[in-house]
């Protein structure tokens, strides 16, 4: 990628990283009468890479994020339309250039800075050979230079977003994801629109969409979702597919990875208070599972399925954090529920929301639409034609809203309310005939209630003259909307004067006369004029200024105790008495020949007065002839000494040699890369070895001891951690069936870990693996594992069957049969697994159970086996198993009666019926003709037309789940 220049040394190359533009592909959205809300299908394209390299020089990623940050809000001459702040210079990092150091620095500025949402792409520029030198922008929206009033918007908006969550100590990691998940789900909308219209704009690719214009698309979505994650210490990062051209995140809770995709739990067209949670804290297969993320290209894969069954997958509306409580609605039981923290497994209902959302012919939309918000520590939750509050501090439920209050304009009510949200201190609501949203009847009916804060906030926003009323406004404290007004009378033609008040920039001092001021409040004129000089004030006391001595004379005066001004300056006498001083001053030192002294001197003239003596000494000041130091084998001499004063010799002595100072050479420890030494001594004078050092081995690695078993992904190798292994490399022999024999080793992968998942492994092939701890160049031995046959794992599907429940799964390659297991739910809680079933082929992928027994729930799993080697296995969805009503038809004179035998567990049944075509020769499609009670067992069909052929059928229903069905002997009236 790199150009040379011929006639210079270097020169300046420059790359440009862009932002992949999101597109997203959508299925219906439409809602049919008893049956499921079908979620949009949404996909996007993004890059991603990792820091590794970059962190050895730009060192803390934040703070290098806050350098760009503080750079592009810098004014700049140069700024133009597109171009602000077109060069920023990073040469005082350091960074080498390469196409990796530039892919991580892309994938930096793109996709894991937030706040920087105003680069669209960045180029930089580096020297040939050398060091990246700058970032050259390129910037998205509008005029640039508004950077940083839309910056300081994004930090208000996102704050509002993290109020209460944000240093709330109370509140788990799962706990704030979750509500920072509900809470930017309910602020923002996709951008539906654009996306139609085929312009989706640069914004709604950034947080800045998110927190500034309340639409985004995916990217949006995550970018926000990331940095608000980092706001409250939680780990996080962005997550790309290309294959599904879309991008969401990877959260870490307790260090495990998690899928969290904002965007899918957000319905389009947007709905208000309508929260998703099927796609939040997901393992890989857990959200391959339930949506659009049916690819391999993620940048983790996370295995964890912890929250895989959570409670708040029942949740289609944003969970409430009011006074560290947590507020949500079970879809499944239909309950409003209050929860101290997120693993409180018995919550405490609120209010039972078991409504339904009929429509104008008296059939009802399946499902619960009841929506929650609150506002101020007060709860509001809806039903289908009413809103109510619920006061956790009083425990009152009240009601704000009712059936009257929703205006049908066809005169008939069938407007039921399906949208409720809080917007700042507003109760936004929305309803309509049908829960089917589309660009036309989204938000076309709604209702508001406003729940301001009654403080009194006035604030003028037009002064009153002399001839023409003021006016001044309140605001709700909490939110800054408008909640009244009111007049401010006008002003009469004169001012009216406030009192005169001393100008606090000239006042008065002793001299000075100093300004007064006075002000008109409604005007705002003003008036000066000359104060009062304060004068100087005396004090009665005389203050010594210089004081007398016994030579020299002093001087005192009366002080001004506001200024430095003197007045009666008056001469002090001298004393002519000699004071003495309290310190004796060295006179003369005394030495062995002659005594010294020491004497006080008079204050004022230094005068010696008091005298004392020092007596003279023994010899102290000695110069030393003949030193000789002793050594470890040679005696030395002590010197001798002359008296500097007086001449006299003192003789010295002998010295003793001191022989060797052993001190310790300490041992070396050896390392897998260098070897050791044992510990040794040596002489501290002479430096002589007396204890030589030894060498030491090298460390060794032992070998580990490797265990295989079938996983649901492939064969997990497992072994113990071998002490000093940095990493470990993982082979494979695969087993010919052609041959006999094995083949030679191949390498699997290198981990830190002390076990791998081979995902390669092939179902129905016979492995042998082994395992080499590595640290540096050392390396252990190895040791095969036993030989295992890898066995996929069945995946599992349910149904209700004519003769019980049909289990169905996938072919395993290698499975010489099947083994089929079963729990019953029973006593509010589910039995253990029991086998119900061996199959002995391998072709065989279906069995039904009919023992199974009407109006009880059950679960089922399979293993594939071979011999005595069997796969893992994964439980399937439960199902209610409800037994296919038999039915029998009679002609009557006023109908055709049609009669069955009841199933046990359904709460209803449901009639069909189909026509016989003389002319065609062909039966019509089923037709449904009535829903009845559980307690039927006929209904006449009255609406059966004379010299007419018909068919008939049952279903037996409880909730959503419904039996097979066979239809009857045809039957003529």
């Known amino acids: 990628m790199k150009k040379t220049l011929k006639r210079a040394l270097c020169g300046i190359f420059v790359l440009v990283f862009m932002l992949a533009n999101a597109n997203i592909a959508l299925a219906g959205n439409n809602i049919v009468l008893s049956s499921e809300l079908v979620e949009p299908e949404l996909y996007y394209t993004a890059s991603n890479g990792s820091f590794d390299n970059l962190e050895k020089y730009i060192g803390d990623i934040d703070e290098f994020q806050k350098y760009i940050l503080d750079s592009i809000m810098t004014d700049d001459s140069n700024l133009t339309d597109k171009n602000y702040?077109?060069?920023?210079?990073?040469?005082?990092?350091?960074?080498?250039?390469?196409?990796?150091?530039?892919?991580?620095?892309?994938?930096?500025?793109?996709?894991?800075?937030?706040?920087?949402?105003?680069?669209?792409?960045?180029?930089?520029?580096?020297?040939?050979?050398?060091?990246?030198?700058?970032?050259?922008?390129?910037y998205a929206f509008s005029d640039p230079a508004y950077f940083r009033q839309e910056y300081e918007l994004f930090i208000d908006m996102s704050e509002q977003l993290l109020n209460g969550i944000k240093g709330n100590e109370t509140l788990s990691d799962v706990e704030k994801a979750l509500l920072l998940h509900d809470r930017l789900i309910e602020y923002c909308e996709y951008d539906y629109e654009s996306y139609l219209?085929?312009?989706?704009?640069?914004?709604?690719?950034?947080?800045?969409?998110?927190?500034?214009?309340?639409?985004?698309?995916?990217?949006?979505?995550?970018?926000?979702?990331?940095?608000?994650?980092?706001?409250?210490?939680?780990?996080?990062?962005?997550?790309?597919?290309?294959?599904?051209?879309?991008?969401?995140?990877?959260?870490?809770?307790?260090?495990?990875?998690?899928?969290?995709?904002?965007?899918?739990?957000?319905?389009?067209?947007?709905?208000?208070?309508?929260?998703?949670?099927?796609?939040?804290?997901?393992?890989?297969?857990?959200?391959?599972?339930?949506?659009?993320?049916?690819?391999?290209?993620?940048i983790s894969t996370p295995v964890d399925t912890t929250y895989d069954e959570a409670f708040w997958q029942n949740s289609t509306t944003a969970f409430q954090l009011?006074?560290?409580?947590?507020?949500?609605?079970?879809?499944?039981?239909?309950?409003?529920?209050?929860?101290?923290?997120?693993?409180?497994?018995?919550?405490?209902?609120?209010?039972?929301?078991?409504?339904?959302?009929?429509?104008?012919?008296?059939?009802?939309?399946?499902?619960?639409?009841?929506?929650?918000?609150?506002?101020?520590?007060?709860?509001?939750?809806?039903?289908?034609?009413?809103?109510?509050?619920?006061?956790?501090?009083?425990?009152?439920?009240?009601?704000?809203?009712?059936?009257?209050?929703?205006?049908?304009?066809?005169?008939?009510?069938?407007?039921?309310?399906?949208?409720?949200?809080?917007?700042?201190?507003?109760?936004?609501?929305?309803?309509?005939?049908?829960?089917?949203?589309?660009?036309?009847?989204?938000?076309?009916?709604?209702?508001?209630?406003?729940?301001?804060?009654?403080?009194?906030?006035?604030?003028?926003?037009?002064?009153?003259t002399t001839s023409s009323e003021g006016k001044e406004k309140n605001y709700c404290i909490d939110c800054g909307r408008e909640?009244?007004?009111?007049?401010?009378?006008?002003?009469?033609?004169?001012?009216?004067?406030?009192?005169?008040?001393?100008?606090?920039?000239?006042?008065?001092?002793?001299?000075?006369?100093?300004?007064?001021?006075?002000?008109?409040?409604?005007?705002?004129?003003?008036?000066?004029?000359?104060?009062?000089?304060?004068?100087?004030n005396y004090s009665a006391e005389y203050t010594t200024d210089l004081e007398p001595t016994c030579k020299e004379s002093g001087i005192k005066s009366r002080h001004c105790t506001r200024c430095d001004a003197r007045t009666d300056i008056t001469e002090i006498s001298a004393t002519g008495v000699h004071i003495e001083g309290d310190v004796w001053i060295k006179g003369k030192d005394a030495t062995c020949k002659e005594d010294g002294y020491l004497y006080k001197a008079c204050k004022g003239c230094g005068k010696e007065m008091s005298t004392q003596v020092i007596p003279k000494g023994e010899c102290s000041d000695f110069s030393v002839k003949g030193y000789k130091e002793a050594t470890c084998f040679v005696d030395g001499y002590s010197g001798d000494k002359i008296c500097r004063d007086c001449g006299t010799l003192y003789k010295g002595e002998a010295i003793k040699a001191t022989g060797h100072?052993?001190?310790?050479?300490?041992?070396?420890?050896?390392?897998?890369?260098?070897?050791?030494?044992?510990?040794?001594?040596?002489?501290?004078?002479?430096?002589?070895?007396?204890?030589?050092?030894?060498?030491?081995?090298?460390?060794?690695?032992?070998?580990?001891?490797?265990?295989?078993?079938?996983?649901?992904?492939?064969?997990?190798?497992?072994?113990?951690?071998?002490?000093?292994?940095?990493?470990?490399?993982?082979?494979?022999?695969?087993?010919?069936?052609?041959?006999?024999?094995?083949?030679?080793?191949?390498?699997?992968?290198?981990?830190?870990?002390?076990?791998?998942?081979?995902?390669?492994?092939?179902?129905?092939?016979?492995?042998?693996?082994?395992?080499?701890?590595?640290?540096?160049?050392?390396k252990s031995g190895i040791k095969n594992s036993s030989s295992i046959l890898f066995l996929a794992q069945p995946t599992v599907k349910i149904a209700n069957a004519s003769t019980g429940v049909k289990v169905t799964w996938n072919k395993i390659t290698g499975a010489t049969g099947y083994k089929v297991y079963r729990a019953e739910y029973t006593n509010g809680k589910w039995t253990g697994w029991k086998s119900v079933k061996t199959i002995t082929k391998g072709s065989t992928v279906s069995w039904t159970d009919k023992s199974a027994k009407s109006g009880v729930k059950y679960k089922y799993t399979v293993k594939a086996v071979n011999g005595k080697t069997a796969s893992t296995y994964k439980s399937s969805s439960s199902l209610l198993y409800l037994a296919q009503p038999k039915v029998a038809v009679k002609a009557l004179s006023n109908g055709i009666k049609v009669a069955w035998v009841q199933s046990t567990g359904a709460t209803s049944y449901k009639i069909y019926r189909s026509e016989y075509n003389a002319k065609t020769k062909k039966w019509s499609s089923w037709k449904g003709l009535k829903t009845a009670k559980s307690t039927s067992k006929s209904y006449v069909d009255k609406t059966a037309k004379k010299g007419v052929k018909y068919r008939y059928t049952v279903k037996a229903v409880n909730g959503k789940v419904a039996s097979s069905y066979k239809s009857s002997s045809s039957v003529k009236r």
């Open 483 to 536: 909640v009244g007004s009111r007049l401010i009378p006008a002003l009469d033609n004169q001012h009216i004067w406030t009192d005169w008040y001393i100008d606090v920039n000239n006042p008065p001092t002793c001299t000075d006369k100093g300004v007064e001021l006075r002000d008109c409040p409604h005007c705002n004129a003003q008036e000066w004029r000359y104060g009062t000089a304060l004068g100087h």
């Open 85 to 138: 702040r077109g060069y920023i210079d990073i040469s005082k990092y350091n960074i080498p250039y390469s196409e990796e150091m530039f892919a991580e620095l892309a994938d930096l500025i793109n996709n894991e800075s937030p706040e920087l949402f105003r680069i669209k792409a960045a180029g930089i520029s580096y020297y040939l050979g050398g060091n990246i030198i700058a970032l050259t922008p390129t």
């Open 661 to 778: 100072k052993e001190v310790v050479i300490p041992a070396v420890a050896p390392t897998f890369t260098t070897v050791g030494k044992t510990e040794g001594k040596k002489c501290s004078v002479c430096g002589t070895i007396t204890v030589a050092q030894k060498d030491v081995a090298k460390l060794t690695l032992a070998t580990p001891v490797v265990t295989v078993k079938n996983s649901a992904t492939g064969v997990k190798v497992s072994w113990k951690a071998i002490d000093g292994a940095t990493s470990y490399k993982v082979y494979r022999k695969t087993y010919s069936t052609k041959t006999k024999k094995y083949g030679s080793w191949k390498t699997c992968g290198t981990v830190t870990t002390t076990s791998y998942v081979d995902t390669k492994a092939k179902s129905g092939t016979k492995y042998i693996y082994t395992v080499k701890a590595f640290n540096g160049d050392t």
């Open 197 to 298: 219209s085929g312009s989706v704009p640069d914004s709604s690719h950034s947080a800045y969409g998110v927190f500034c214009l309340g639409t985004a698309v995916c990217q949006g979505y995550a970018y926000a979702y990331d940095y608000l994650l980092e706001q409250v210490g939680i780990e996080a990062e962005y997550c790309p597919s290309d294959a599904l051209n879309h991008a969401w995140n990877i959260v870490y809770i307790d260090g495990k990875p998690y899928h969290v995709d904002v965007t899918s739990d957000d319905p389009v067209w947007d709905i208000s208070g309508r929260v998703n949670h099927n796609n939040f804290l997901r393992s890989t297969e857990g959200i391959k599972s339930v949506g659009n993320h049916k690819a391999d290209d993620y």
């Open 322 to 464: 009011v006074d560290n409580k947590i507020y949500y609605i079970d879809n499944e039981k239909q309950e409003l529920n209050v929860i101290d923290d997120i693993t409180d497994t018995s919550p405490e209902t609120i209010a039972k929301l078991d409504y339904r959302w009929t429509t104008a012919d008296g059939r009802y939309y399946n499902g619960n639409y009841s929506r929650l918000a609150s506002i101020r520590g007060e709860i509001f939750y809806s039903a289908p034609t009413a809103v109510y509050s619920y006061k956790p501090t009083t425990d009152k439920t009240e009601t704000v809203l009712s059936e009257e209050d929703i205006v049908d304009s066809t005169g008939v009510n069938s407007y039921r309310i399906y949208g409720m949200t809080a917007v700042g201190c507003t109760l936004w609501g929305e309803y309509s005939e049908t829960p089917n949203y589309n660009s036309e009847t989204k938000r076309s009916q709604v209702f508001t209630r406003a729940y301001h804060n009654p403080a009194e906030n006035w604030k003028v926003v037009i002064e009153p």
